[in-house]
């Protein structure tokens, strides 16, 4: 089984890139497509006007992006109430970055929430959504540390999630200790599931910069292996697949059900990926 992300579209251009994606995925069935905020909550219009569309116009099961930025609860009530009225019942609820510096003092709401837990609880209490939150196998970069950042992923699910997703990572020890310890914290990982946050390797520069956002070290072992055909896009793009195709191998191997794949609205890899990982449609 797997599942993929989208980013909301930044102009016309982009948007038929995404559907061109949405179009060619939806026939692998993915488990559910989950659409960003946007950096900030930048692009949260689109972002709702994106769920929507893929709810009313395609057979996928869309997963709307929630956060907490610069939103009073009333706000946020009316945003879960539309996503109810159009058919969309799945929420990745998030307290979100700041906009602007994603590294910058996150600074809430008047009328808002402070923690991801209190839009879980949200959510929850407003209808009959399957709601799930982001979990990070290097840790928020507001956490002290590893244990606190646990716990509070811990303190999300208890709210009420269904499920997490990992940000991303490049190895896959960090996500089965991530899993470690949320079971030493007591969760049932088969009945609240950790989807590990997958992307496929496509260019030097793009792999480099997502590293950066999401503060995933990437490996020696994988620097070495993508560097060498630096001057040989295709050659670096079938390495990266090969890679990715690896780390799901392994993942699988490990007992992890589901992947979810980070797609920057492009399905080639991610399809090849699913392909070589013979991942049986989710809803056959």
Request: aromatic fraction near 8%.
């Amino acid at each position: 089984m797997f599942s993929v992300e989208f980013l909301p579209p930044r102009d016309a251009d982009g948007e038929r890139q995404l559907w061109r994606a949405v179009r060619e995925l939806e026939p692998l069935d993915p488990a559910f497509v989950s659409v960003t905020y946007g950096a900030g909550g930048s692009r949260r219009d689109r972002t709702i006007r994106v769920t929507g569309r893929i709810n009313q116009e395609t057979t996928l099961v869309p997963v709307a992006h929630l956060t907490a930025v610069n939103h009073s609860i009333a706000e946020l009530r009316n945003i879960i109430g539309w996503y109810a009225a159009v058919g969309v019942h799945n929420v990745l609820a998030l307290r979100g970055d700041p906009p602007g510096d994603p590294m910058g003092e996150w600074v809430r709401h008047p009328q808002g929430v402070t923690y991801a837990e209190e839009l879980v609880r949200l959510v929850r209490e407003l209808g009959d959504f399957c709601v799930g939150v982001a979990a990070f196998p290097y840790g928020h970069p507001r956490s002290i540390d590893l244990d606190e950042d646990t716990r509070f992923l811990v303190r999300k699910l208890r709210a009420g999630a269904h499920y997490a997703v990992s940000q991303l990572f490049f190895d896959v020890e960090d996500f089965l200790r991530l899993r470690d310890r949320l079971v030493e914290h007591g969760v049932d990982v088969e009945q609240v599931p950790l989807l590990p946050g997958m992307m496929p390797i496509t260019s030097l520069k793009g792999v480099q910069r997502m590293a950066h956002l999401a503060g995933a070290p990437v490996p020696a072992t994988v620097t070495e292996r993508i560097e060498r055909y630096a001057d040989d896009p295709a050659a670096l793009r079938a390495e990266g697949v090969d890679i990715a195709t690896e780390m799901g191998r392994r993942l699988l191997d490990e007992g992890v059900n589901a992947l979810h794949f980070y797609t920057l609205n492009r399905s080639t890899a991610t399809r090849e990926v699913v392909a070589r990982l013979s991942l049986v449609p989710s809803r056959a």
